[in-house]
Structures are given as C-alpha cells and as structure tokens.
C-alpha cells in the first residue's frame, strides 16, 4: 500500500524522534484516493477472510503473533524512536499486544459462533437461534502513547471476528503503523487483511469517509466528537476510546507502601501518557501525611531522559508540556501547593515529577485530563467522601481503590462510574485480555478486548425455523375465535396473577 501511495501522491511527512527533534523517515499523507484504494482492497479481501471461519483465522492471526514475538526487537526499536519510552517500556507494550492477538483468535469461535436460545411458551414451535457476523471493513484510528498495544485492541478483535482492517497510526508514530503491516504482508496472505495507511488528520478524516463498515478511535474527547460527526453523516457506527482523569482512592487501611509504588507507576509511567494512569488521588485523613511523605520520596527518585536507564521519556506530543504548565499555573493560582517538583519542572521536551497537594477541586489540574508527569494528591475524610469526588468528573474511564477489606474494596468499585476498576493495583486490567475496557461520559463509548470486545466488531444475527405448525396459531389474517379467546386465558392465568 505503501508504493501505491507513493506513486499518486507526492504529499509526505516526517516521523521525529521527540528525544532530539531528529527526523526518522519520510511517510506519505495519503489522500482521499489512496485511502479509498485501500478499502476497495480490503472490501474484497473480506470475503475471502470471512470464507476461512473462525478456524482459518485462528491459524493465520497466531503465525502473525508469533511473527511479532519473534522479531519483537525491531519493533521495540521504532517504538523507542517515535514515542521516546525506554526499551523496556516497548517490549512490555508489544507482550501486551500479542497477548491480546493470542485471546482473540483463541476465543472468537466460542463468543461469536451461532448458539440455540430459548423460543419461550408463544413460540414453542420456533427454534431461535443468535449468530455474529462480522461488519466487513472496520477502519482503525490509533494513538501515540501506546502505538501497538492500544489499537491491537481493535485490530485483532476485528480481524479475529472475521472483518478486514485499513489502520491509520498516529502521524506522530506511523513508522509502528507500517512496521505491524508489513509483518502481516510478510506472512503472504493472498489477500490484503490487514493494511497501514500513513498521513494525518485529513487522512484520518478520509479514512472516516471512505464507507468502512466501522471505525475504531482512540484519541482525544474533542476529536472524538468530530469524528463521530463525520460518522453519523453516512450512519457509520463507532468505538470511541477517549481521555481519562482517572482517580486512585487510598482507604485508611491500605497497604501504604503498595499504594504508594501503584501510583508512581501510575501516574509517572511513560511520562503519564497514559489514558487509564493516575491523575488524581484522594487520600483518607488518617494516612494522608504518611502517603504524601512516601509518594513524594518516591517520585523524587525517578530520572527521565533519554536514554535506556531513564524511569520515563519525553513528552511525545511537544504540545503537551504546554498543557502541563497550564496546569501547574491553574492549580498554583488556586491555592494549591506543590511537594515536588513545580514549573521549573519543564526542560523542553522532558517534566521532571510534579506532585501537586490542596489543589482545589475545579482546577484543571482536577476537572482536565494531563496527560503528563503531573499528579494531585488531596486529602478526603473518608472513602466516601473519595467516591463522591471521583465520580464529580467528566470522565469515566478508570480508578483504583486500595484497602485491605477487599468487600470493601468491592463495594467501592460497584459504586465508581467508570469502566474500569482495579483494587490494590493500577492498570492490572491491561494484562488480561478477557477484560472489556472502555469507559463513561467524556471517556468515550463501547468496548474493546474481551468478548465484548469480539462483539463490538460484529453485527448480530437473530434466526429461527419453525420446526412445526403452532398449536394455536395468531400469526394469519385469518385467526379463529377459538385460539384467540385461548390466548386472552393464558395472558391472564400466565401474567395476570401476583
């Protein structure tokens, strides 16, 4: 796809590495033809992905797995130039990913396959069946931060319920976007399953209005409302996997010394670029001081920079350092107070550990997502208290509670509105694959991973096959007097009492 790109249109960008501003390589923007090129490839390599079943897929998305784990360095590799996260980082973002490829194609005939319901009394000569089939051409959005983990959760769910995908990365890491292409191409399918196109917004926007049968997003809430917009001009449905400002509740009770390592890799792992991380954390009275004094030691500790022993990279956006000062400055002016870090925290593309305390609730820093190294710690009487301050946001996409009382624990999460929670730990839930996430209100809608997951790209088949003629038949123009009034008595003796 790429060398047709090449040849219609001269158009093309850069990939820069955010640690040095260097550019990496040359990528076409592919335009509305070349986008409209790639779903007319994938439209009809859909019916032959479909013909294959469930069992023809399996085969074919686990050589493309074991493709991936085996070359898992080199993808590492474009992963650390386009983002700037450690090594170690990368590969922990590509175990994640294959394992979700794995689930997939291991699960989706189980989830998906045609099973028999039950016809219940007014159709006892009926038997019901419910099936899933796949959409066709599902068009994928991806994000930045996490270039291959994030959109294999739309990537392989789709591909796994039998449907075709046209991918368009982030312009800030399509070299990741093309790397996952050409190592599907490298397996020699006949057909083009699987197909990276580069560009940027407007080739998203093209990709939107190409006729793909759904799109998969992950970006901001804004672009989000855009791209759903655009979608509901040709009735398009679409997955939306938006921002979080997702909150960490620490229960007087909790392990503190556990709490206190979650919410540095939370909110400081990969330099808080993290949609699900933790951006607010509420902690009960009684062990506020103690987590304040502990969390700041730890934050302080963390290094970042540019190379292989960093704790995290740079900001991969260079826009978003601007989004982090805002903030520090909104928090600051509003009466909070900074334990670590502060505003000289921002040396061009690198933020040093900010912890803010007594930040004020409508703050940015507590009503905005971050999307940095920048973390509010404020004090609550109680869980209760923590619950209610969680759930006061726009976003409703992931929190983590710690106590040692795990129904309590329990309790807490029935009552969070979000879509996903962890008790006694943070992003637990990425590791396993049978985990729908998504999230509430500004954090988008529907599901990926998981069987919901398989269920979100497919479209649901109801069937059934009278099997004989109804006993008392009410489905003719010409019904007898007889089965209606028996009827009007099996209403009444079947529903009319208590």
Not at 36 to 64: H, I, M, P, Q
Not at 229 to 256: F, H, Q, R, W, Y
Not at 449 to 467: I, N, W, Y
Request: hydrophobic share 45%; proline share 4%.
């Amino acid at each position: 796809m790429t060398d047709q790109i090449d040849r219609v249109n001269e158009r093309t960008f850069e990939s820069l590495d955010p640690r040095t501003g260097l550019a990496l390589a040359t990528y076409p923007i592919a335009d509305t033809a070349d986008v409209e090129f790639a779903v007319a490839r994938a439209r009809s390599a859909a019916t032959w992905w479909d013909a294959l079943g469930f069992a023809g897929r399996r085969t074919w998305l686990l050589k493309y797995k074991s493709a991936i784990a085996r070359d898992a360095a080199s993808l590492a590799a474009v992963i650390t130039a386009e983002t700037g996260k450690p090594d170690d980082d990368a590969i922990l973002e590509i175990q994640l990913g294959v394992e979700h490829i794995d689930w997939a194609a291991r699960n989706a005939e189980k989830t998906l396959k045609q099973r028999k319901v039950g016809s219940g009394l007014l159709a006892v000569n009926q038997k019901a069946y419910v099936g899933y089939r796949p959409f066709g051409v599902v068009g994928v959005i991806g994000p930045w931060n996490y270039p291959v983990f994030t959109p294999m959760g739309s990537i392989a769910y789709a591909l796994a319920a039998g449907n075709t995908v046209v991918f368009k990365p982030s312009e800030l890491t399509p070299g990741v976007g093309v790397w996952l292409a050409e190592k599907w191409a490298s397996l020699a399918a006949p057909h083009p399953v699987f197909q990276t196109v580069t560009g940027d917004g407007s080739t998203g926007t093209a990709l939107v209005e190409s006729g793909v049968d759904k799109i998969a997003f992950t970006g901001s809430t804004a672009t989000a409302k855009k791209v759903m917009a655009t979608c509901a001009k040709s009735l398009t449905p679409l997955v939306a996997e938006c921002g979080g400002k997702d909150a960490m509740l620490v229960d007087s009770d909790a392990n503190i010394a556990a709490a206190v390592e979650f919410a540095t890799f939370g909110a400081m792992g990969n330099a808080g670029q993290t949609c699900a991380g933790v951006e607010r954390i509420y902690v009960a009275a009684p062990v506020y001081d103690r987590f304040v004094a502990e969390f700041a030691s730890a934050v302080r500790a963390l290094k970042p920079g540019g190379t292989k022993t960093s704790s995290y990279g740079p900001m991969t956006l260079g826009k978003q350092s601007d989004i982090v000062r805002g903030q520090i400055e909104d928090a600051l002016a509003k009466g909070g107070k900074v334990v670590v870090g502060g505003l000289d925290s921002l040396h061009g593309p690198y933020v040093d550990p900010v912890v803010l305390t007594d930040v004020p609730e409508d703050s940015t820093a507590i009503t905005e997502e971050t999307f940095g190294p920048t973390v509010v710690v404020n004090k609550v009487r109680n869980l209760e208290e923590a619950i209610a301050r969680a759930n006061a946001s726009k976003y409703g996409l992931g929190a983590s509670v710690f106590t040692k009382d795990a129904a309590v624990g329990r309790r807490a999460a029935e009552k969070l509105d979000c879509g996903v929670v962890t008790v006694n730990s943070v992003l637990g839930f990425a590791a396993v694959p049978a985990l729908p996430f998504g999230g509430t209100g500004d954090s988008g809608f529907g599901r990926i991973h998981g069987a919901d997951g398989l269920r979100e790209f497919s479209t649901v088949k109801s069937l059934t096959v009278q099997g004989f003629a109804a006993p008392v038949d009410l489905l003719t123009m010409n019904r007898k007097a007889r089965n209606v009034k028996i009827s009007v008595l099996a209403l009444k003796l079947r529903h009319g009492r208590g």
